[in-house]
């Protein structure tokens, strides 16, 4: 089975960076998408970045300039760098991945992704 591992989460000053990173096991980079995902307090899941089977990125549009979503040399670890941190996007952030291949616009939708990381919490303070 697939094994995703998120870590990286943390308390930071708005303005700051953090980096995230989730180990993927039980399967074949490349042949899965991949995404991140946070879900803040009383607030629906909502992607933020995500990588498709190309290769090709996208990101919410909250998040477009600050967050740059990438694999590691090894391809083993999904990483999400977060530049410019704003107090809003404190969340739990979760990685998942999925072996199907989707549409560009289907890469940021939850109910497309079968395998989850358990979280991780992201608090941005003013």
């Known amino acids: 089975d697939v094994e995703l591992v998120e870590s990286g989460g943390g308390s930071v000053q708005a303005g700051g960076s953090l980096r995230l990173s989730c180990a993927a096991s039980?399967?074949?980079?490349?042949?899965?998408?991949m995404a991140w995902f946070r879900q803040a307090p009383g607030k629906e899941r909502e992607g933020v970045a995500a990588?498709?089977?190309?290769?090709?990125?996208t990101y919410v549009d909250s998040v477009k300039g600050r967050f740059t979503i990438s694999p590691d040399n090894t391809k083993t670890t999904l990483n999400l760098r977060m530049n410019s941190l704003k107090p809003e996007d404190t969340a739990i952030y979760f990685c998942?991945?999925?072996?199907?291949?989707?549409?560009?616009?289907?890469?940021?939708?939850?109910?497309?992704?079968?395998?989850w990381g358990q979280g991780t919490q992201v608090t941005v303070s003013s």
């Open positions: 039980g399967y074949t980079y490349g042949s899965y998408a």
């Open positions: 990588i498709g089977h190309d290769g090709s990125t």
């Open positions: 998942a991945a999925d072996p199907r291949s989707f549409e560009k616009w289907q890469l940021l939708r939850p109910l497309a992704y079968v395998y």
